[in-house]
């Protein structure tokens, strides 16, 4: 099937911004970074990306990890180090959905889980409610909460700096802790027009990935105290984090911050041009209230195709996107993704549901 005005088909990838490759400019810096021994010494390129995401977060100390997964697992074990623990994490959260229970199945820390909202936060009393009574020794301790900006699986929503002063708030008031999974933390920033620094203040740690839209080739940094930092890195060592000529990896993370992070409402408009003229197609719901940064969740239960049948489809013709549920497919836009291609798979989408019409 031709979509395209000129006869051609293309690849357009919407499967995740996990799929970006490395820009020309950071393949030049990991050619030419400064290395050295990560683990018997300090890789100065390293030492340079820690410190500069540690300023860019307001926090004293960061610490590079091969992975988003480490980080949230790495930020959680350290807080709550003392046996039967417990974490307090939302129902749809990365770390329920899609980080195989490693804080309970490798920490033994216990999972209290609650309901996350559409918006990707969780009711504060509901929160509250979950926190175990200190006097009470048939419960586990709670110690920490996690939230996570912006929430994937809640359709790329941001998370707003007064609900997360607010979580920091009940946190400190019961002595527990306040972890962000910012696997995209930098998106949230750009779409509220916040710093990071002031969008994750009231939080101890924050995880950021650098591999998202980014577009680093690998990696996240785990920003906190020093003594937190400390911990993390004994840690990641035995988890098998730590790694040699490591500089290799982070300078790319340094192209990132200076080339990647100004341009993310380029593909934030990409995801509302994208949402704008999906939801007119026949069969297909988006609530346009949900487009906030560069995810896009279709409804697909009105249509003839499950979400497995209609990604098959437009797969066949070159339109790569994920089935999120049974009943809804998820499209990500990146510095890949181009305004003419989000057009150009309008079309191809307009004409697959015109040809199942004859």
Known sequence: ?????????????????????????????????????????????????????????????????????????????????????????????????????????????????????????????????????????????????????????????????????????????????????GARIFNASTALGVSPERLVRAADTVSVCLSKGLAAPAGSVIVGSHEFIEKAKRLRKALGGAMRQVGILAAPGLVALKDMVCRLYEDHSNARLLAEGLCGMKGLQVDMSAVETNIVNVDVTKSRFTAEELCRAMGKIGILSYDLTKTSIRLVTHYHISEDDVRYTLACFQVLFESELV
């Not at 540690?54 to 046996?83: D, Q, W, Y």
């Not at 200190?134 to 996690?146: K, M, N, P, S």
């Not at 699986?153 to 700096?161: E, I, K, L």
């Open 1 to 181: 099937m031709d979509c395209g005005a000129n006869g051609t088909k293309r690849i357009v990838d919407f499967r995740s911004d996990t799929i970006t490759k490395p820009t020309a400019a950071m393949r030049a810096a990991m050619a030419s970074a400064e290395v050295d021994d990560d683990i018997v010494t300090v890789d100065p390129t390293m030492d340079e990306l820690q410190k500069e995401m540690a300023r860019i977060f307001g926090k004293e100390a960061a610490l590079f990890v091969p992975s988003g997964t480490m980080g949230n697992l790495i930020s959680v074990l350290v807080h709550c180090e003392a046996r039967a623990s417990e974490a307090i994490i939302g129902s749809e959260s990365h770390i329920n959905v899609y980080e195989q229970g490693g804080m309970a199945t490798l920490g033994g820390v216990f999972p209290s889980i609650v309901p996350n909202n559409p918006d990707g936060t969780m009711d504060l009393r509901a929160v509250e409610n979950a926190i175990k009574p200190l006097d009470d020794e048939h419960f586990a301790t709670t110690r920490l909460i996690c939230i996570e900006n912006t929430h994937n699986r809640c359709g790329g929503r941001c998370v707003s700096v007064e609900y997360t002063d607010q979580v920091g708030q009940l946190a400190k008031r019961y002595g527990l802790r306040l972890h962000v999974d």
